[in-house]
Each structure stands twice: as C-alpha cells, then as structure tokens.
C-alpha cells in the first residue's frame, strides 16, 4: 500500500502563489497516475490536475494557465505550483495515488486566499 503526505498549503492573498508537495512512501512502483483534488467549504471533492506515471497531465478548466502539476518519480513526490490564486480557490487539498486500481489519499492541507 501506499502512504500520501501532503505539505504547503497556507493563508495568502488574491493574486499570491502557493506550492503544495506530496511525498509518497511504501509501495511507490506501483504507483500509475497522481493527482490533487479539492473540497472548498460546503462543496463536493473535485478533480484539479492529475499527472501520470509518464508525465502527462490534464487540468479543471478553471486552473488552466495558472498551476502548473508536476512529479518528481526519484523522490516519489508530486507537485502543484498554484499562482494567481483566487479566493474561490479556497478549499481542502487532497493528494490522490492510483495504485494498482484503488485510490489512496492524504489528510489534506488548507489553502485559504483572502480577497
């Protein structure tokens, strides 16, 4: 099995940038495609950016131009570069591993953006 956690997040103001991590540890080889989920307050989990195993990724309309997703496999860790955040931008984060067919997750960190 897999463990996820996350790190990074934080209060910051409108138009500020933010870089989450995701360290992956146990049975990391057979870990396919990882990806960052969201849940703002009140609201259901949802699908950001997710990036495969051989780096290709895709992205919720609403992100697109401004984060960036990435993955560093040596360090069994993946990114999300977040900039020009907007206060609808706040939520939970979750990191999320595909692992062999089944879904392993972090605790989640906070982000909040202030107007």
């Known amino acids: 099995q897999v463990q996820l956690v996350e790190s990074g997040g934080g209060l910051v103001q409108a138009g500020g940038s933010l870089r989450l991590s995701c360290a992956a540890s146990?049975?990391?080889?057979?870990?396919?495609?990882m990806g960052w989920y969201r849940q703002p307050p009140g609201k259901r989990r949802e699908l950001v950016a997710r990036?495969?195993?051989?780096?290709?990724?895709n992205y919720i309309d609403s992100v697109k131009g401004r984060w960036t997703i990435s993955r560093d496999n040596a360090k069994n860790t993946v990114y999300l570069q977040m900039n020009g955040l907007k206060p609808e931008d706040t939520a939970v984060y979750y990191c999320?591993?595909?692992?062999?067919?089944?879904?392993?997750w972090g605790q989640g960190t906070q982000v909040t953006v202030s107007s």
């Open positions: 999320n591993a595909d692992w062999l067919g089944y879904d392993f």
């Open positions: 146990g049975h990391v080889a057979s870990i396919d495609a």
């Open positions: 990036i495969t195993s051989n780096g290709l990724t």
